[in-house]
């Protein structure tokens, strides 16, 4: 058509057929993407052509939960109720804490997913993951190995073998770069996924094809929030659930130190800011995934990364234990969140806090 101009979308994004000479419509297409849904329905009763294009986005957003910072595709599939896909911002690895959660552009075709992708991964290589350098006597950097390319699968310094309780990769800390073989998961999602809508759980991850045993599948990013703030965070989260329908994404994680005596908390919170890992539901037999606290050279803090325990068929949903069910008496037992993973050793509560 003269006087337009059209672009073939890839997945996940939204195709805007945009007369050149209308400032009014392509100011529209560089907005909306920032608006959150309750502010995208709101526009999208003022005219016809902005409704259409709430309606695209809308669409676009449901390809893609991962907004094009991933390698794959995260799709929304919703055959339970109008819900097209849910609303959060999106992080491929852990952040410091947020308040108010920043703008996030979702369905723009201004910027290439390729560039996207790639800025997050170089940004994360540079900050080491919130981690800290190592230097000699004098101050000056030096490598935590002195290999100038990790061979096949080890480094000389640090090893991921297997999947264990705690592992170590290749970091900042290391002379080596993003292709490392040792640096598995700090390259982002690499097998597809779906998050499915169910009537019972909500959201859920499920795997989109066959996983085989071992093979990594992302990590818990979130924001990382001090003690004090994960349990003002929780409060304020159980008053919500109290009041309305609401589910909150707040993980704690315990790594016990050497001396035995005492460990390192750290608070992820993927309840605003976070990635497809806030999507894995709980399951008391233990799930199909093994999780591993993982440490990168010259990194300060571990990360929660999630392998396949054994073979994962497609379409089969994606759990773990969110860790023991203890319950006790009085308030504790008042607030008890029922647990619906369907095992055979369903213990009917989920794990929290307090149990």
């Not at 676009?60 to 907004?67: K, N, P």
């Amino acid at each position: 058509m003269e006087g337009s101009q059209s672009k073939k979308p890839r997945l996940g994004e939204t195709q805007f057929i945009i007369p050149a000479t209308d400032p009014f419509l392509r100011c529209a297409s560089l907005i909306l993407p920032w608006l959150n849904p309750q502010e995208l329905a709101a526009i999208s009763l003022t005219c016809k052509t902005l409704s259409m294009i709430s309606k695209s986005l809308t669409s676009g957003r449901s390809l893609d939960a991962t907004r094009s910072l991933e390698n794959l595709p995260v799709p929304f599939c919703n055959a339970v109720d109008s819900k097209r896909y849910a609303y959060f911002i999106y992080t491929p690895f852990q952040i410091p804490a947020s308040s108010p959660p920043p703008r996030q552009s979702w369905g723009s075709t201004v910027v290439s997913p390729a560039i996207r992708v790639k800025s997050v991964l170089d940004s994360a290589s540079e900050r080491g993951r919130f981690g800290v350098s190592l230097v000699d006597e004098s101050g000056e950097k030096r490598y935590g190995c002195e290999c100038q390319r990790c061979e096949e699968g080890s480094c000389a310094c640090l090893s991921l073998a297997g999947v264990e309780e705690i592992a170590n990769e290749c970091g900042s800390g290391c002379g080596c770069g993003l292709d490392c073989p040792n640096r598995v998961t700090q390259k982002g999602i690499s097998v597809r996924l779906k998050i499915v809508r169910d009537e019972k759980k909500g959201w859920s991850l499920y795997a989109d094809q066959l996983i085989k045993k071992g093979q990594f599948i992302c990590e818990y990013a979130g924001e990382l929030l001090t003690t004090e703030e994960a349990r003002r965070r929780q409060n304020l989260y159980d008053k919500l659930r109290s009041t309305q329908s609401f589910s909150s994404a707040l993980l704690v994680i315990r790594e016990h130190l050497p001396s035995g005596k005492a460990c390192l908390r750290i608070n992820i919170d993927a309840t605003r800011i976070g990635n497809v890992a806030r999507f894995i539901n709980h399951s008391c037999d233990g799930g199909n995934l093994s999780t591993v606290l993982l440490r990168s050279s010259g990194a300060l803090l571990p990360r929660l990364c999630f392998f396949a325990a054994r073979d994962i068929l497609a379409a089969e949903e994606l759990s773990f234990s969110y860790g023991d069910v203890r319950l006790t008496a009085g308030k504790n037992r008042d607030n008890k969140l029922n647990c619906c993973c369907g095992s055979s050793c369903c213990f009917g509560t989920l794990p929290c806090e307090n149990t």
